[in-house]
């Protein structure tokens, strides 16, 4: 006779309420680990593309200020009352505004290739203005761009033909009237000191590419080098 034996029955055993509490507990601190890691990397890469965004909005404002200062021709102008203002004038914290050549024109609409153009601080902004005429009537608006944000001082500096910086053109030492400030040529070089909250104080330095400007139908601008043709109106 064969008597089978019995296995003891097998108990069935699940996790107590302390386990289950220490594995949420374990997964709880991964989460806020992981979160954590998250979180700084999206922090850096806000603060990555910011910086770039500002940079870049520098790099543009730079580039700017070269090509209209690349570009300046010693053309006087009527401002909104009539009165006659130099070819280029400025002051050492206050606005500069001079008359720049090689303004495109790829639409050929009916105005001159020369442009009269401002730079100046306002409410914590390099400004940068610019009219479409030259010599302009009351009424005339300028076109107003903000070049550059987040400025909190601007300082101007003119060089002279003897290389001697000045701090207002044109300098007290070659005009003193009006009559004799106009017919002052625009500065050898323009050095531009901007203090910024961000990068501190920024100094450019640019040589002006300066051609005197004649008067006729067709304006001719002449240099030792080249011949450009441009209109004035």
């Known amino acids: 006779m064969i008597i089978a034996r019995q ?128 010599d302009r009537a009351q009424d005339t608006q300028p076109v107003d761009l903000v070049l550059l944000t987040g400025v909190t001082d601007l300082q101007w500096r003119f060089m002279d033909q003897q290389r001697q910086w000045q701090t207002r053109w044109p300098s007290l030492n070659t005009a003193t009237t009006q009559s004799q400030a106009v017919s002052v040529p625009p500065p050898l070089g323009i050095e531009i000191s901007l203090t910024t909250k961000d990068y501190g104080k920024l100094r450019f330095l640019f040589r002006l590419g300066v051609d005197p400007v004649t008067f006729s139908n067709s304006t001719q601008t002449t240099t030792t080098t080249t011949t450009t043709t441009e209109t004035s109106q």
Request: hydrophobic content about 40%; charged content about 25%.
């Open 7 to 134: 296995r003891p029955p097998i108990r069935q055993r699940g996790f107590t309420l302390l386990e289950i509490i220490i594995v949420v507990a374990i997964f709880a601190i991964f989460a806020v680990l992981a979160y954590g890691g998250l979180d700084s990397v999206l922090q850096t890469r806000t603060r990555v593309e910011a910086a770039q965004q500002r940079l870049a909005e520098v790099q543009k404002a730079y580039v700017r200020l070269r090509d209209d200062f690349q570009q300046v021709r010693d053309r006087p102008v009527r401002d909104n009352y009539g009165d006659t203002e130099p070819g280029f004038e400025g002051a050492d914290n206050a606005a500069v505004e001079f008359t720049r050549g090689g303004w495109p024109n790829p639409l050929y609409l009916p105005r001159a290739s020369l442009q009269r153009v401002s730079y100046r601080l306002e409410d914590g902004a390099l400004h940068r203005l610019s009219w479409r005429i030259l």
